[in-house]
């Protein structure tokens, strides 16, 4: 299975942006599935994430309220709307998925490059 993210780009402070995460190959039913963000000189960081059966979605709090992750467990896309970015946002965002509740992410897309200024 290969996740791939895109629908990054520039945008002004307090713009939006929606991400897509599509995965392709066999047969797709992880546990999770999470997007995180890399901005240059950090660690990559956990942005947001959704269980595939049950929703429970978890956001980072530095993000909750802005951003929201969705599914569509038909087109195996997972989504996240960003909304009121602000430019401490931008990063390189990738999606992976779990199997279980207790494993690590795997499954990692290329990023997509979210840019926001100031």
């Known amino acids: 299975v290969q996740l791939q993210a895109s629908g990054g780009g520039l945008v002004q402070a307090g713009g939006s942006l929606r991400l897509s995460c599509t995965a392709s190959?066999?047969?797709?039913?992880?546990?999770?599935v999470g997007w995180f963000r890399q901005a240059p000189g950090k660690e990559r960081e956990f942005v947001a994430s959704i269980g595939w059966s049950a929703d429970n979605p978890r956001y980072a709090v530095s993000v909750e309220g802005r951003f929201t992750i969705s599914k569509d467990v038909v087109k195996k896309t997972i989504y996240l709307q960003m909304n009121s970015l602000k430019p401490e946002d931008t990063a390189l965002y990738s999606c992976?998925?779990?199997?279980?509740?207790?494993?690590?992410?795997?499954?990692w897309g290329q990023g997509t490059q979210v840019t926001v200024s100031s």
């Open positions: 190959g066999r047969a797709f039913w992880p546990y999770a």
């Open positions: 992976a998925a779990k199997s279980g509740s207790h494993g690590p992410y795997s499954n």
